[in-house]
């Protein structure tokens, strides 16, 4: 299908859904309709409020996103009901007129009182919170440009941190919850709808770490009503072995009871990349001077003009999202059905992702004791990856010999082939205009997700009740790579054609009964609850490679004259035990006790099963007569929290990690006839001792409420310690083995403080909040086992190193001290095992050990991977019907290897480079910290060193949107009652981002590799990812009669 | 009422009880693309499967990846770009993948360079393989006959002195592993001394000698027979200067041995060119091969087929037409990189009329062959120095079923040691032993020239009359390093690019910070 095709089935899908839920939930016939806005004590219009035609049941609606309403009365007098949760319930008169306005403030007493947090298997008031717990909702979601959940977190929750691999959309996440404790995994378990999703990546094609996508982006941001982020060990500790890292409860939205709503939204937006934010590289008569002195002679081709390679790569791109909802419901029966349609592409040439998605839920009484429901998410997402060769194509263009045209009219392709005449020779230049053309190069991926759960509920005697629920996560993936024949060398050789083709599917089916029972007697209140959860997880893949397609019009490896294919598999299950108690004595002192007993197929019987309990209290201080008494005015609420609990992790990088096996795909030619035969060997060292890994966390917090609720403020500190951390260990090669081996080894904490706090206020006619939130984290690597240190980096290379009493993973280089200007400087040189003979113009390696030479073990501490505090802050303000929102994000103390400078800068091979290279020593004096230019480098310059380690500290403004609400009844006389709220709002993300940092952008990841997965032992490393793009939105959000 | 409570209550206890029994999932789970330990070794063949598991990691020493460290054939820079045999290309294409390459041509040897990382990996995972054989074959549950146990043991044997043997060539004092690791806290081992190494290594080809068939079937040819472990003790004994014992061993192998020198073409130059025949593998000459096949599978040269995350396989061949083949990007046919030509000192190593050179190299003048390409004239512009090598390629290996079809694999078996190379090490062994010259030693050298029609020598000095030998009859095969570091020659041969800790190679530095300590690096590096 091509993309018109996409984008027309897309369209004509919502259209349909319209069609089909205003037609089935047009509502009786009334004599007027009453339009109107229901706005919290900011002015900001209130979502979801309830309105409610007194003494008519059936006779009510929800506000919609902006907080308008509409409702349909018979003639006469009427008294609207309205109430909304934390929220001071009004009724209003209405006689004959159509129009009204309410305005709601907060209610001091039941304030937050019956606001519901949704926690692992059940749903607990905030108020009665004894553990850390982050909430955002849709308001922080809906109109954010994000592509998936996990992105809208970014800069909102304390101890969340979110970073990007790459501004190509769908690239994956990586969420932090209160620092590293692992050295495998660190991404937190995510529960959608109660089904936990597997964080594993096996959806994609030709796998490396640059190819990888977010599987959560198969997820439409638009559906989800919250996300909560159970941080420490008493919230997460209920999901047991996999809640080492944190907990992420996604919870979609559900119908109400009252009149269907249709609502519409979405927004078109134009993504780019500042021409600021380029690299400055040297034009054709620099490049041909460096080279010359490098000993290339490229002077024939001075005459020939610049070519912007990086222009030819950035584009900017557009991104149109369109969702469609329909909620309402009866008394019986509720039901919220939504559609979605994202097309986003990327900022470089071949980067594309699109999306369309369904989302269905429903809930039904039935009888007095049951209640039934399920979810529904159906959606497929594309993505079109830049080819293997072209990954990271700007940055990589940017090396380009600058006189080197992509074009060429004489071409049967019209492009210019890469040879020694038209570049020189030894000069580099790939022709990523090809590289980056889908009819020739193309990494296209596909995802099918069905993610559904459905729960059965009986209460046969009140407080008593029984919950069955069973969730399944369907994924069939469908990748291809796919290169078309070439006769001329454009830059990845003469070729043939290839197509490889893998499907992947992945299933996981979760079953849950959990027994829950309410009680409340005097000023006590218990809740218990017990249950039983298993979970089964099966992967099972086909790849199929097909080289000299007899027509590559017919994209299948089939057609192919060499045809290979090859199976993976996988598969583990888990079977837990869970309990936990909640007591409430006076609505003073809180308690909860959670435990669960885990066991899972990924380790041997011996080790197999892992028990995780949790306690935390909480006392509501406010509540108590003393500090009634104090009336002070101040403070509205206080309430002091303390948590201590343990959750486990089972996720190892290699499955079967303890079994001895053999990989069966080694093999050896032999016999006369040369035959193929298999050799199956080890490929992995088994552990059989492995076991689970656990964190103990303790959390100390306050959550308060000052100054008439004008001021919410959270802290909290928290002390994370993860014992036998599940370690890929970089085993010794005499071992006989390449790859690491899965371990437990060591101690690694995570300690720090978060912060959070929202200030609101009116003033006349504006209304505006301000708040902020902050986190620090101390990482600290307490023991290592026996082992002395773990030398790590991305690809084989030596970048990172982990050692007891640091934190996990800094980086581990030179350190270097200026040039060696003069011969004098050179004779009193050091011996330098990397070094075959300095001369003027090299750089100076520092003998850190002090023992009168440079070698191994000079390499030392030369940087921080990992951010040592995060933050961000919005401000917020309506004015009338105006409404404005700014949102910074931020993070601190944190180093990144910039790798593409050091490319740039290594003035050795026939790239081009960085304009900072015009400033390279050419003398004595001339420079203390650009080296000289030498093809040969004998000093090794460019050897891995401080040189390329820069602060990657930043501060984003993330978000700025304007939005503009119309008048309600201007709106429905205009449109014949048709729309009853609209709102329009322009809005630009990642507007600027304040750094020092010398590169696309310092929020990086990984450094990439043919290992996929994340990698905290090579963390934050640039190899030149697409950068966060700047999105100019224009936006709307209507909903109709 | 209250017991209407207690017996809903019972009921509902009795339907979680039910659902929870009947659903309880399976927690024994089994792996499902890989097999146990536990139910392999036990049947002949699954111990000739992993036998060849051994020889497969002797494959990747030229492998290629971009998954593990990005190994460019790493085994050709070593022994062969570092020597003054070979050179790297000017107008090579490739560019920043050579880097490294280039930097062994221009005798830079660090602990960081990838190429000794990459060879020691293979070379302990070969001897990892071979070990878990020769435990195995004690493993109390398979079900080979004693005769089938001692082959088995003696073949797992060959291998894991083939590899102690490069270990030692490379390292001078690598660790000695003759067991399974299994403890994860204990995986490291010290250096070894010579002596030791030397021990195991002859005591395993002993083993080898006495436990092997002399010959394979049809179907096996390929694998190391007694008398490829014979020719390897000797050339072991040369390396550790113990003569006597060399000269025994040669003898043995000369003497009841199957090897002969082709001989009985027409045209003598035939003789020596059949060595290197796609259609004539394993043939009178070869005392062990490399062995290459296909195409099978995905010919992806890419990958190393054993620790590739993508399960998918390799190609069976190396990458010998990609580095060595013309340079594409100079403007040769065909897709090569051509980043190896041969350099003038090799060249003039030949002596005048010596026919092996036009066999050998690739020269103005001559007439080029490649895959699917027909006689075309050689353009010196196809490489810097207007040669390249021939040795492996021309008329003779034009064959397309030679090649993968993306022409970057190639499927001629490297020909380790041939029966010419075991001459001139016995006639080095007799020369020696004679203190520098021995008739017997020139008579073995002469044989090696005469089937290539060439006059016995007339050079009054043997030593460097076998070393002349040496250098031309064996160009291009992975000898002349080690040839180098064995005499002692480098500060003749380099001159003032050569130090003397250059004898032996760094290890690896990842395996030095890996070793906590007991790995000790070679002096200089």
């Avoid at chain 1, 059936?58 to 008294?79: C, D, I, M, W, Y």
């Avoid at chain 1, 053999?662 to 199956?680: D, E, H, K, T």
């Avoid at chain 1, 322009?986 to 997965?1013: A, C, H, I, M, W």
């Avoid at chain 2, 570092?82 to 294409?93: C, M, P, R, S």
Wanted: charged residues 20%; hydrophobic residues 35%; aromatic residues 12%.
């Amino acid at each position: 299908m091509n993309r018109k095709s996409y984008l027309s089935s897309g369209l004509t899908a919502l259209c349909f859904l319209v069609m089909i839920f205003c037609s089935l939930h047009t509502s009786a016939q009334a004599d007027r309709t009453i339009t109107g806005k229901i706005t919290d004590e900011t002015g900001a219009g209130l979502a979801g409020v309830s309105v409610v035609l007194k003494g008519a049941s059936n006779a009510g609606t929800v506000t919609n996103e902006t907080g308008n309403f509409s409702l349909r009365v018979p003639a006469g007098k009427h008294t609207l009901s309205v109430s909304y949760t934390g929220y001071t319930g009004r009724e209003i008169a209405v006689d004959g007129q159509t129009a009204v306005n309410i305005s709601l403030s907060p209610d001091p007493q039941a304030k937050d009182l019956n606001e519901v947090v949704v926690v692992g298997y059940g749903t607990q008031r905030k108020v009665d919170l004894t553990g850390s717990v982050g909430s955002i909702s849709r308001k922080d979601i809906a109109t954010r440009p994000v592509t998936s959940p996990d992105q809208a977190l970014t800069g909102k929750i304390t101890g969340v941190s979110i970073t990007n691999r790459s501004g190509d959309p769908a690239a994956p996440i990586d969420v932090r919850i209160r620092g590293i404790g692992t050295v495998g995994t660190n991404q937190p378990l995510f529960v959608i709808d109660g089904v936990p999703i597997v964080q594993t990546s096996n959806v994609t094609v030709n796998t490396a770490s640059y190819s990888e996508s977010n599987p959560l982006a198969a997820m439409n941001p638009n559906d989800i009503e919250t996300i909560d982020v159970l941080k420490d060990a008493s919230a997460s500790a209920i999901y047991g072995a996999r809640a080492a890292n944190g907990v992420i409860i996604i919870t979609t939205k559900r119908g109400k009871e009252g009149k269907a709503t249709v609502s519409y939204d979405g927004y078109q937006g134009w993504q780019s990349v500042a021409k600021s934010q380029y690299f400055d590289v040297l034009n054709v008569q620099q490049y041909i001077a460096l080279q010359s002195e490098l000993g290339r002679d490229y002077s024939e081709f001075s005459s020939k003009p610049n070519f912007d390679w990086q222009d030819a790569i950035f584009k900017t791109a557009h991104v149109t999202n369109h969702n469609i909802s329909v909620s309402g419901g009866s008394k019986n029966a509720t039901f919220n059905v939504g559609a979605g349609f994202h097309d986003q592409d990327g900022v470089e040439l071949a980067q594309a992702f699109k999306r369309i998605s369904l989302k269905a839920n429903s809930d039904f009484k039935v009888g007095k004791f049951l209640r039934f429901g399920e979810s529904v998410l159906i959606s497929s997402t594309e993505r079109g990856i830049q080819s293997e060769g072209a990954n990271f194509a700007a940055a990589g263009a940017s090396r380009n010999a600058p006189y080197y045209n992509p074009y060429d009219p004489n071409d049967p392709l019209g492009l210019n082939p890469s040879t020694a005449e038209t570049r020189g020779a030894n000069a580099s230049a790939n022709n990523y205009i090809w590289a980056l053309d889908t009819r020739y190069n193309e990494v296209h991926v596909t995802l099918r997700k069905i993610l559904a759960n459905a729960y059965g509920e009986i209460e046969p005697i009140p407080g008593l009740k029984y919950r069955l629920a069973v969730g399944v996560d369907y994924n069939v993936g469908d990748g291809f790579f796919f290169q078309e024949a070439t006769t001329a060398d454009y830059g990845g050789g003469i070729r043939r054609s290839l197509m490889t083709s893998e499907r992947p599917l992945e299933t996981t089916t979760n079953m849950t009964h959990t027994l829950t029972y309410t009680k409340e007697f005097g000023k006590h209140s218990v809740t218990a609850l017990v249950g039983e959860e298993e979970t089964n997880f099966s992967f099972t893949k086909v790849r199929l490679q097909g080289g000299d397609l007899f027509n590559t019009n017919i994209r299948f490896p089939t057609v192919a004259s060499t045809i290979a294919a090859t199976n993976e598999g996988d598969h583990w299950a888990l079977r837990g035990y869970l309990g936990r108690l909640f007591y409430n004595f006076d609505n003073r002192y809180l308690v909860t006790f959670n435990v669960r007993r885990d066991e899972s197929s990924r380790f041997s019987k011996d080790h197999r099963s892992g028990t995780f309990p949790s306690v935390s209290a909480g006392w509501k201080l406010s509540e108590e007569k003393f500090f009634t008494k104090m009336d002070s005015k101040i403070f509205d609420d206080v309430k002091i929290r303390a948590s201590w609990g343990q959750a486990g992790n089972q996720f190892t990088g290699t499955n079967f990690a303890y079994l001895p096996s053999l990989q069966s795909n080694i093999f050896y030619a032999i016999g006369a006839g040369q035959n193929v035969v298999r050799g199956p060997a080890p490929v992995i060292f088994a552990n059989e001792n492995l076991k689970w890994e656990t964190s103990t966390q303790v959390d100390v917090g306050a959550d308060i409420t000052m100054l008439g609720q004008k001021v919410d403020i959270t802290v909290d500190y928290y002390n994370k310690v993860t014992n036998d951390v599940l370690l890929s260990l970089p085993i010794p090669y005499v071992s006989g083995y390449f790859l690491p081996a899965d371990a437990n080894i060591g101690q690694i904490k995570n300690s720090g403080i978060e912060l959070a706090a929202t200030y609101r206020n009116k003033v006349g006619k504006l209304s505006y909040s301000i708040g902020g939130n902050f986190t620090t984290v101390k990482n600290k690597v307490t023991s290592l086992g026996g082992i002395k240190e773990i030398v790590s980096g991305a690809g084989g290379s030596l970048t990172h190193r982990t050692t007891a009493g640091d934190e996990l993973g800094y980086f581990y280089g030179y350190k270097t001290d200026g040039i060696y200007q003069n011969a004098g400087d050179v004779a009193k040189a050091l011996p330098d095992a990397f070094s075959v003979g300095a001369q003027p113009g090299d750089i100076r390696f520092v003998d850190v050990n002090g023992d009168s030479k440079v070698d191994a073990l000079d390499r030392t501490r030369i940087g921080k991977a990992m951010p040592g505090y995060y933050y961000g802050f919005n401000l917020s303000g309506n004015y009338g019907a105006f409404d404005l929102s700014l949102f910074f994000q931020g993070r601190g103390d944190i180093d990144v290897y910039n790798a593409v400078r050091a490319n740039m800068e290594s003035m050795k091979e026939g790239n081009n480079a960085r304009v900072s290279v015009l400033g390279r020593w050419t003398g004595e004096g001339t420079s203390n910290t650009m080296p000289r230019a030498t093809a040969s480098d004998p000093n090794s310059n460019t050897r891995y060193s401080d040189r390329w380690i820069e602060d990657g500290s930043y501060l984003r403004f993330k978000n700025l949107q304007l939005g503009f609400v119309f008048p309600a009844q201007k709106l429905r006389s205009l449109t014949g009652e048709f729309i009853t709220g609209a709102r329009f709002y322009v809005g630009v993300q990642n507007l600027f981002t304040f750094t020092g940092y010398d590169g696309y952008d310092p929020e990086v990841t990984r450094g990439s590799s043919f290992q996929k997965g994340e990698f905290p032992l090579a963390n934050s490393v640039d190899d030149g990812a697409s950068p966060q793009p700047r999105i100019i939105q224009l936006g709307w959000q209507v909903t109709f009669n | 009422m209250k017991s209407k409570i207690v017996l809903k209550g019972c009921l509902l206890g009795l339907i979680i009880l039910l659902v929870i029994n009947f659903s309880c999932n399976k927690l024994d789970l089994q792996p499902l693309d890989r097999l146990t330990s536990a139910t392999f070794y036990k049947t002949a063949v699954d111990f000739d499967g992993a036998i060849f598991g051994g020889y497969s990691s002797i494959t990747d020493l030229w492998g290629t990846s971009t998954e593990t460290l990005n190994e460019r054939g790493e085994f050709w820079a070593i022994s062969l770009a570092a020597t003054d045999d070979v050179t790297i290309n000017g107008k090579a294409g490739g560019g920043g993948d050579l880097a490294h390459a280039r930097d062994m041509d221009n005798t830079i040897f660090r602990a960081s360079d990838l190429a000794f990382a990459a060879i020691y990996t293979q070379v302990y995972e070969g001897i990892a393989r071979a070990n878990i054989v020769i435990e195995a074959a004690d493993n109390g549950i398979n079900e080979l006959t004693d005769e089938q146990k001692t082959q088995f043991v003696a073949e797992a044997k060959f291998i894991r002195a083939f590899f102690h043997f490069l270990a030692l060539q490379m390292w001078g004092t690598p660790p000695l592993v003759l067991e399974v690791k299994k403890d994860l806290n204990n995986l490291a081992s010290p250096n070894a001394t010579q002596d030791a190494l030397y021990a195991a290594i002859l005591q395993d080809l002993q083993d080898a000698y006495a436990g092997l068939p002399a010959s394979w079937d049809a179907s096996n040819v390929g694998r190391a027979t007694k008398w490829t472990a014979k020719a390897f003790e000797g050339k072991v004994d040369v390396w550790k200067k113990d003569w006597d014992a060399a000269i025994a061993a040669f003898a043995t192998v000369k003497d009841e041995g199957p090897y002969s020198l082709f001989d009985g073409n027409a045209d003598k130059i035939d003789n020596y060119l059949d060595n290197f025949d796609f259609k004539k593998e394993n043939g009178v000459e070869s005392i062990f091969e490399i062995q290459y096949g296909g195409p099978f599978s995905d010919d992806n040269l890419w990958v190393f087929d054993d620790t590739h995350s993508e399960n998918f396989k390799a190609s069976q061949g190396t990458g010998r037409p990609w580095y060595w083949n013309a340079s594409n990007d100079a403007g040769a046919p065909g897709g090569a990189m051509g980043w190896y030509i041969p350099t003038q000192s090799l060249v003039d190593e030949f002596e005048a009329g010596d026919p092996r050179l036009e066999a050998t190299i690739y020269r103005d003048g001559d007439t080029y062959y490649n895959r699917g390409v027909s006689a075309v004239p050689w353009d010196p512009a196809w490489s810097s120095n207007g040669m390249m090598v021939k040795k492996y390629f021309g008329i003779r290996n034009a064959d397309n079923s030679a090649y993968s079809p993306n022409e970057q694999a190639g499927y001629n078996n490297e020909r380790w040691y041939r029966y010419s190379e075991m001459l001139l090490l016995y006639a080095e062994a007799l020369i020696e032993k004679g203190g520098g010259t021995s008739a017997e030693g020139m008579a073995l050298v002469n044989e090696v020239r005469a089937r290539v029609g060439l006059a016995a020598s007339t050079n009054p000095d043997h030593r460097a009359a076998v070393r002349h030998e040496r250098r031309v009859e064996l160009a291009f095969e992975p000898h002349r390093w080690f040839d180098i570091t064995r005499w002692d020659i480098g500060a003749t041969v380099f001159g003032g690019a050569w130090k003397p800790f250059y004898k032996v190679f760094p290890f690896p530095q990842t395996e030095i910070d890996r070793s906590d300590g007991q790995l000790i690096q070679n002096e200089g590096y």
